[in-house]
């Protein structure tokens, strides 16, 4: 079988194991930013060489709000109902920040995204986040 990435973190860093459920949903996104970030840049770097400051560009097209809120769209109808449910906990969240280029909706919706991401990684189904994210850019073959 094997070992999640929140498995190989944990025993690695010689951490506790985390209950994702124990997390306030801002605590979930921000976990969930991370691993979201890392998949888009291992997509952006899987396109061959190029500058660093494309890299940059084609990431960041791919990690703003707007584009989260796009991914909610792509992926909400493959959602469980825990999914769903973690989904709605983030976007509902309140948080002290907001974005400087996108709507409050989108936001929120970025912000739902980014829990469900972290609360599935957390929870050992690294799998099932990548899969979302993938479903969600659209990248490659989706039934």
Known sequence: METS????MTKG?????????????????YIGDAVYEIAVRTLVI????MSVNKYHKKS???VKASAQAGVYDNIKEKLTDEEAAVYKRGRN???????????IVEYRMATGVEALIGYLYLSGRTAR???LIKI????????
């Open 60 to 62: 960041s097209s791919l």
């Open 93 to 103: 969240a309140k948080s002290a920040t907001a974005a400087k280029n996108a709507s």
């Open 129 to 131: 986040a990548l899969e």
């Open 13 to 29: 860093l010689d951490l506790p194991q985390m209950d994702p459920k124990a997390y306030s949903p801002l605590g979930l996104a």
């Open 5 to 8: 990435l929140i498995e190989f």
């Open 46 to 49: 899987s396109e061959g060489n």
């Open 136 to 143: 969600g850019l659209d990248v490659g073959e989706n039934e």
